[in-house]
């Protein structure tokens, strides 16, 4: 069996996204997102040596990024001091309205449907791993951040019939490999 | 064929480009009614046609983002130098 092995060099372009859409979920802020990305390259290069070749490198990678972000919920919290508990059940004017209080949150409605689309999000930047790198760049800049067919042009020093060839061979392998799970 | 023909009758490269185009909006009008027609008697496009919508509303679904070129470049500066010093 070939064992995985390590490329530093390509960590930015084959994963940062990956690894942003993975992190920004768990702590809902950017900035927080990107230094605790940054944290993850820094540690993953210290323990590099470490790395048996038995994940992908992206697993491993993720592996390191989780614990940075457990890492990160245990400081705040311990900064927060303790958790306030507040209980006002025994509010004789109120009486009842706990009933209403009881009631779930609306947004556990959609919390599962959440976790989902970020699994498809997920899903998608995997399955693009299994295109030539710089035309799943090319994809995302025209799919994801929605630049202008000239702008990309002009960036990748392509002509926009490339372009569209490019995207449509990525839309083609991309619908192929979710085909099976989410189609 | 005919020029007239021509000019309804698109094949199925230049009907897939146009529906690519139109998964991002820039497919032009008529275009878009060209493919329309061929999709009538083409099962093959309309298959990919129906394939190519849903990969849209999937990514649409998602909200994946790229993050900014600024921290991928700070990144990539940030390994490149750990690198040089580990070799040190």
Redesign the interface.
């Given at each position: 069996m070939p064992a995985n092995t390590l490329d530093?060099?390509k960590?930015?372009?084959r994963y940062?996204?990956y690894l942003?859409?993975y992190t920004?979920v768990r702590v809902n802020d950017r900035e927080v997102?990107?230094d605790l990305?940054?944290e993850t390259?820094?540690a993953a290069?210290k323990s590099a040596k470490y790395f048996k070749g038995e994940a992908s490198e992206r697993t491993w990678l993720i592996s390191i990024l989780k614990r940075k972000i457990i890492d990160y919920y245990r400081k705040i919290n311990s900064r927060k001091g303790q958790a306030e508990v507040k209980i006002n059940y025994s509010d004789d004017y109120n009486e009842g309205e706990w009933l209403e209080e009881q009631v779930a949150d609306q947004f556990d409605k959609t919390a599962e449907d959440e976790m989902e689309?970020?699994e498809?999000?997920l899903a998608?930047?995997e399955c693009l791993d299994s295109i030539n790198e710089k035309h799943a760049e090319i994809f995302?800049r025209?799919?994801?951040?929605g630049a202008d067919?000239e702008a990309i042009c002009n960036e990748f020093n392509i002509t926009p019939s490339n372009l569209?060839v490019i995207?449509?061979r990525a839309?083609?392998a991309?619908?192929a490999c979710?085909?099976k799970n989410?189609? | 064929m005919s020029n007239k023909s021509k000019f309804f009758f698109i094949d199925c490269s230049e009907a897939?480009?146009c529906c690519?185009?139109s998964?991002?909006k820039?497919a032009k009008f008529f275009d878009k009614v060209r493919l329309m027609f061929h999709l009538t008697f083409c099962k093959t496009c309309r298959s990919?046609s129906s394939?190519?919508s849903?990969?849209t509303s999937?990514?649409e679904?998602?909200?994946?983002?790229?993050?900014p070129d600024e921290?991928?470049e700070?990144?990539?500066k940030?390994?490149?130098k750990?690198?040089v010093e580990?070799r040190n």
């Open positions: 530093p060099n960590w930015v372009d940062s996204d942003f859409n920004i997102a990107n990305i940054s390259f820094l290069l689309n970020t498809l999000g998608i930047l995302k025209k799919t994801i951040d067919t569209w995207i449509h839309r083609t991309l619908a979710l085909e989410w189609f | 897939a480009e690519n185009k998964q991002y820039e990919f394939k190519n849903k990969l999937l990514i679904k998602s909200k994946i983002q790229t993050c921290n991928k700070q990144w990539r940030e390994i490149k750990e690198l580990e």
